[in-house]
Nanobody, 128 residues
Framework: QVMLTESGGGSVEVGSSLRLACSAS????????IGWFRQSPGKEREGVAA??????????YLADSVKGRFSISLDKGKSTMYLQMDSLKPEDTAMYYC???????????????????WGQGTQVTVSS
């Protein structure tokens, strides 16, 4: 069983930056999908950013609402993936979850059902 642990959330002002980190308990970030998802109260969970662990297989997915502001990256040596969030807006307020899988398919990483390992979530609150 792989455990994912998120960190880096917090309360910030509009226009600030945060970097979320997601460390894995095992070396699972290989030939897999990695992704970040978020959920606001009363809304369904949505995809924010996702990609295959080997970037030359497939494109990086970014939700339209975060393009140009968020980026996803991976440090295999540390078994940690990141979500860099810049120019934060109040509508970015949500619980953020990282996820991965042991059967990822390039091109399908943006789909939530591809993932079977999820972190516990970290809260991001952006105030104006």
């Amino acid at each position: 069983q792989v455990m994912l642990t998120e960190s880096g959330g917090g309360s910030v002002e509009v226009g600030s930056s945060l970097r979320l980190a997601c460390s894995a308990s095992a070396e699972i970030y290989k030939e897999n999908c990695i992704g970040w998802f978020r959920q606001s109260p009363g809304k369904e969970r949505e995809g924010v950013a996702a990609r295959y662990t080997e970037p030359f297989f497939g494109e990086t997915y970014l939700a339209d609402s975060v393009k140009g502001r968020f980026s996803i990256s991976l440090d295999k040596g540390k078994s940690t993936m990141y979500l860099q969030m810049d120019s934060l807006k109040p509508e970015d307020t949500a619980m953020y979850y990282c996820a991965t899988t042991n059967h990822g398919i390039p091109g399908l990483c943006r789909l939530q059902y591809e993932y079977n390992y999820w972190g516990q979530g970290t809260q991001v609150t952006v105030s104006s």
